[in-house]
């Protein structure tokens, strides 16, 4: 998900007033002043006890065991790794990188995720929500434009309560939600007027294939309900006189081998149902990692002439 990447492109033009330097307020601090981050905090751990905080809706009491959670998470996030990231796009790395932090496991098992260790296996360790918002704020002390919080729709709960530590302490950057995009509105209701820049996936165009290759059922519906949610809370994606991305929806698309993303699907959808200045961020940089083997379609990289021809449907 994250790495080098060739990628189409459209930075949405901001209002010149949204340009200047020094006026950019992270969401969060409006609803630290009001109380109200505080109170989402307090909510979204209510939700732990019935877990409905992501679209597989377990509904497992996550206090007490992580048994039948498809993210085997409790109720302390598990972190991979915390560090200045350089290879996320442009608006994102600028120049001294993208404060990302690595949730272990993941709602999805995408059979050619290519950091399986971590989304299938749980390398990392178990973080409080203190832990958290001090790795927040070193990221901000390193000089980092941003908080980049790498599959995170099963950690929402701690996310929220280590941001309003944060928050309280001095954390000022920009919030980046950077998800798979199977998240649940409950989640995403949780988040409204807390994230400055949602980066979700748009993996598939094909429910059939969501399934087959992902393991997770009606992918495309809550995919595409999710990214009309991240869009009616943040619009398009606002990039400053730096270069630097603000608020807005980022989409990425993985092109996968033999047309089994469904590029045409995806883009027509978010040109025609969300915005013709979507900024997406078409990868090809697609391997065959885990167990892709396992499916001939996917045992091989893309050809040259397959994203070529993604670039131009995209663009079409």
């Known amino acids: 998900m994250n790495s080098a990447m060739a990628a189409l492109s459209v930075d949405v033009g901001a209002t010149a007033d949204s340009q200047r330097r020094g006026l950019f307020e992270p969401a969060y601090l409006r609803l630290l002043r009001s109380g109200e981050l505080a109170e989402r905090a307090r909510s979204a751990r209510q939700h732990l006890k019935n877990c409905d905080l992501c679209a597989r809706y377990c509904r497992v009491d996550r206090r007490r065991s ?52 971590i989304a299938w296996q749980g390398e990392g360790e178990e973080t409080s929500d203190e832990q958290l918002a001090e790795t927040m704020l070193r990221l901000q002390a390193l000089g980092c434009h941003n908080i980049n919080l790498v599959t995170p729709s099963h950690v929402v709960a701690q996310i929220l309560a280590a941001v309003d530590i944060a928050a309280q302490r001095g954390l000022r950057l920009p919030l980046v939600y950077n998800t798979s995009g199977y998240d649940s509105p409950e989640a995403l209701t949780l988040l409204d007027g807390v994230v400055d820049i949602y980066m979700p996936d748009m993996k598939y165009g094909d429910e059939i294939l969501a399934r087959k290759y992902s393991h997770v059922r009606d992918y495309v519906h809550v995919n595409r309900e999710a990214v009309r949610e991240m869009h009616r809370q943040v619009g398009d994606l606002v990039v400053n006189a730096d270069g630097l991305a603000e608020r807005g929806l980022l989409v990425r698309h993985l092109v996968l081998p033999n047309g089994a993303s469904g590029v045409k699907t995806v883009t027509r959808f978010l040109a025609e149902e969300i915005s013709p200045d979507t900024y997406l961020n078409l990868m090809g940089q697609y391997r065959p990692c885990h167990r892709a083997s396992e499916h001939a379609e996917l045992d091989r990289k893309i050809a040259c002439a397959e994203f070529s021809e993604a670039l131009a449907i995209a663009r079409r």
Do not use: K, M
């Open 66 to 117: 992580i048994r039948g959670a498809v993210c085997r998470t409790g109720e302390r996030a598990v972190v991979y790794s915390a560090t200045p990231h350089h290879g996320e796009e442009d608006c994102l790395r600028g120049r001294r990188g993208s404060g990302t932090i690595f949730f272990s496991w993941c709602n999805l098992r995408c059979v050619y995720c290519q950091n399986w260790e």
